[in-house]
């Protein structure tokens, strides 16, 4: 039984004194896996679209935002719901938008649920009767943990393969093999996707998936992988065996997302942290297939990936570029990737004060808080390897951080351009180098607070005696 909002249940009783409303799609699938609904979609059969329009008014505000589509939006109690006829769709041209939609109202459940993309998304509820109906099997696929395509139409829109790449991640199902055979046939239709589609379908994989691993087994499954030859390149590039039993740098890669979405920091945090550690750790080791050799190392042979973080760079920007991320997401992702192995930097010996204030410096405006969680999805993405030697050093390093104020953001200078006016100084090229010196001292600790600033300004500015 799918619980229906108070506020909607009278104008879901006056449609049914006319027509047949239905609720459909992802409110349905999510009600019946047991997940908070999210957006809850109206269809109304036997209905026409003025008629639909006439018994919606009395209870709110409409909204008719698709006459020809047959589709109205209705605001009741603050909250938005779509309401619409059943549909017929044709092809008409190449693309995601090459599509003749036009609304019939005297479809049948099963003839409308024919022309959704997934069985699990082409059940209805009938909230009157209070029955599900469920022409395709959808609940048999639920049920099974299974996506597959409602008919030989899915071939129609290849925006739909992506669909599947993200609602894999996001429900932790696997692709029925059928469906994958037929998403290997349409690959080619690739670039006729808008690009906004594409960053679309990313952007919920980035921010709700609870299985990450599965999108990109979908991508491989379906071939669509070579779409984006960054995450490709991961698939077969050999690891050592002794720090990642777990195998090559696309199944570590896999593990590392698994290990991020588990992770109270990730859970915990809103839609844009979500991207932004999502693609960093999906990200971090982009610069490994350029940089894997074989080398033999204390009498024996190994294999290594020297300065595989700083080569990412490259590759980690051409990728958010391809799939249309904003441009924001770039210069915040890409100094975690670069610096996702500083942990490493001081050694057996745990990171100094001044070099946990310099690295927040050297990733803004990244930083140590989102840079630690990236290090330590990393170190949980080697099973059966485990590693509390490693995860002890990133507690120490997000403890200090936070105790020196730097975890959130890099450290601000203590000393300014005014400071300087009020020392009688004229603003000019003095200034930078002066600047420049007083915030390195900081970083290195010099000084901490404004009232010791100050005396380093006063003693820096101290005449030097011939």
């Known amino acids: 039984m799918i619980r229906i909002p108070p506020p909607l249940q009278p104008v879901l009783q006056a449609l049914g004194q006319h027509g047949r409303p239905r609720l459909v799609g992802g409110c349905v699938r999510d009600a019946l896996l047991g997940r908070p ?25 409409t909204d008719v935002v698709g006459r020809s589509f047959g589709t109205v939006k209705l605001r009741r109690a603050g909250t938005l719901y779509d309401l619409s006829l059943p549909r017929r769709e044709s092809k008409t041209g190449a693309g995601h938008r090459g599509f003749r939609i036009d609304a019939d109202p005297t479809l049948s459940d099963a003839e409308a649920a024919s022309r959704r993309d997934f069985t699990i998304n082409a059940m209805a509820w009938d909230p009157l009767a209070e029955e599900l109906i469920d022409p395709l099997g959808g609940q048999r696929d639920l049920q099974a943990r299974c996506l597959r395509h409602v008919g030989a139409a899915f071939e129609e829109d290849p925006l739909r393969v992506l669909r599947a790449m993200q609602l894999a991640a996001r429900l932790d199902f696997e692709l029925a093999t059928e469906t994958a055979a037929l998403c290997q046939k349409i690959a080619p239709h690739f670039r ?87 693609f960093a750790v999906l990200s971090h080791d982009f610069g490994k297939p350029a940089t894997t050799e074989r080398v033999q190392k204390d009498g024996r042979w190994r294999w290594t990936s020297p300065r595989h973080a700083k080569v990412g760079l490259i590759p980690t920007a ?125 970083l290195a600790g010099e000084f901490t607070d404004v009232t010791e600033s100050s005396c380093w300004l006063d003693s820096h500015l101290k005449p030097t005696p011939n």
Request: glycine share 8%; proline share 8%; aromatic share 6%.
């Open 318 to 442: 051409s990728f958010l570029d391809r799939i249309g991320a904003p441009h924001r997401l770039a210069p915040i992702v890409e100094p975690l990737v670069q610096f996702h192995l500083s942990h490493r930097d001081s050694g057996d010996a745990l990171p100094s004060d001044s070099q946990i204030r310099r690295l927040a410096r050297k990733i803004a405006p990244a930083t140590i808080a989102d840079l630690v969680t990236l290090m330590r999805a990393d170190a949980n993405g080697r099973p059966p390897r485990e590693d509390p030697t490693t995860l002890e050093r990133l507690e120490f390093f997000a403890q200090r951080a936070d105790a020196l104020a730097v975890a959130d953001a890099a450290p601000i200078p203590l000393v300014q351009g005014r400071h300087l006016i009020a020392r009688g100084l004229k603003p000019g090229s003095d200034f930078a180098p002066i600047l420049a010196a007083a915030y390195e001292a900081q």
């Open 192 to 278: 006729e996707l808008p690009i906004e589609r594409i960053w679309g379908e990313w952007n919920k994989w980035a921010t709700l998936s609870i299985k990450p691993s599965r999108g990109l087994d979908v991508l491989k499954q379906t071939g669509w992988i070579a779409h984006f030859p960054e995450i490709a390149a991961l698939v077969g590039v050999p690891q050592e065996p002794k720090w990642h039993p777990e195998g090559d740098v696309f199944t570590h890669t896999r593990h590392c997302l698994d290990a991020l979405v588990v992770d109270p920091i990730w859970e915990n945090a809103d839609a844009d942290r979500r991207r932004v550690l999502m």
């Open 37 to 61: 609904a999210g957006d809850i979609d109206i269809e109304v059969g036997g209905l026409g679209f003025d008629e639909l329009v006439g018994i919606l008014k009395p209870f709110g505000a």
